[in-house]
């Protein structure tokens, strides 16, 4: 168990059940952030400390515009610091008790860098992308690794569509023309009203948000950077669905198989006590 670790309070509970999302402040120690932010320019020009590449390396520079979101997707498998951020017990066991899950396991990691003058994300459920997997839902943990504001890009959440029904994929994640489109299709299907509320939170501070939630994020118009590290999990008893194909996370599954292997897809917690006993090994 981590000497920070951290559980959430009946009255944040609660409050996840009624808005979709929770804050959780003091995630992440100083020392943690200023390391994190150190690796997030490693990264993105391709230095790996573990040796592997992610799986999802979304920006490189010198290659891509300057005006994008930088992505990369499981770069716990690629760096040593992010690795320390993604696994943690206590991450996973707080998925597992706001989704009432057996336990948790990492579906995928997302290192976001919204540079000044960057462009959106388009609003999204982090759940329309999950029929891969049974069952297909997400509880996600947002990390900011630096001080956000409103007009700064920070993440921002639509109050109580997490009550709202799945819908499909977004047409475009990177920089849509207009970031709310499919949300307010979504809104007026089901006759609510779009309640939207920006995260302006001090660096180390969490957000965990249900996987139907409606989130996205602005264009960085602020004079700062915007770093976030997210730790999407799934239950810890998820397995491959026999529905549909993963492009890049289907290479893992094996034939004839549809249990997940701890090694790509480690559990971090389990209301048992089991936790993939590699990942404190390796630690
Ligand atoms: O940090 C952001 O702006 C959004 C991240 C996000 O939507 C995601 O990782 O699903």
Aim: aromatic share 10%.
């Amino acid at each position: 168990m981590m000497s920070d670790y951290r559980e959430l309070t009946e009255l944040q509970r609660s409050s996840f059940n009624r808005d979709g999302f929770v804050i959780v402040e003091n995630m992440l120690d100083p020392e943690t952030i200023i390391k994190a932010r150190e690796r997030f320019s490693l990264l993105f020009k391709g230095q790996f400390d573990l040796g592997l590449v992610p799986d999802e390396w979304n920006w490189r520079e010198g290659r891509d515009a300057p005006d994008l979101t930088r992505q990369i997707c499981n770069a716990w498998k690629s760096d040593s610091v992010i690795r320390s951020i993604v696994l943690r017990e206590d991450i996973g066991r707080i998925c597992a008790e706001l989704s009432d899950w057996p336990g948790a396991r990492i579906n995928q990691d997302n290192i976001i860098w919204k540079p000044q003058g960057a462009r959106s994300l388009g609003f999204h459920q982090d759940d329309s992308f999950q029929a891969w997997i049974n069952p297909p839902n997400m509880t996600t943990c947002w990390i900011t690794l630096d001080d956000t504001l409103a007009e700064q890009g920070t993440i921002e959440y639509v109050k109580g569509s997490h009550l709202w029904p799945v819908a499909p994929p977004i047409a475009q994640f990177h920089a849509p023309d207009d970031p709310l489109t499919e949300l307010r299709e979504a809104a007026k299907k089901v006759n609510a009203e779009i309640d939207i509320q920006p995260i302006v939170a001090t660096a180390g501070t969490a957000v965990f948000h249900h996987g139907r939630t409606w989130h996205g994020s602005n264009a960085n118009n602020g004079s700062g950077e915007r770093r976030s590290v997210v730790c999407h999990c799934m239950s810890s008893a998820a397995m491959f669905s026999e529905q549909q194909i993963n492009p890049i996370y289907g290479r893992y599954k094996q034939v004839g198989s549809n249990l997940m292997d701890e090694s790509f897809f480690p559990i971090l917690f389990q209301k048992d006590g089991y936790r993939s006993p590699w990942i404190d090994n390796f630690a």
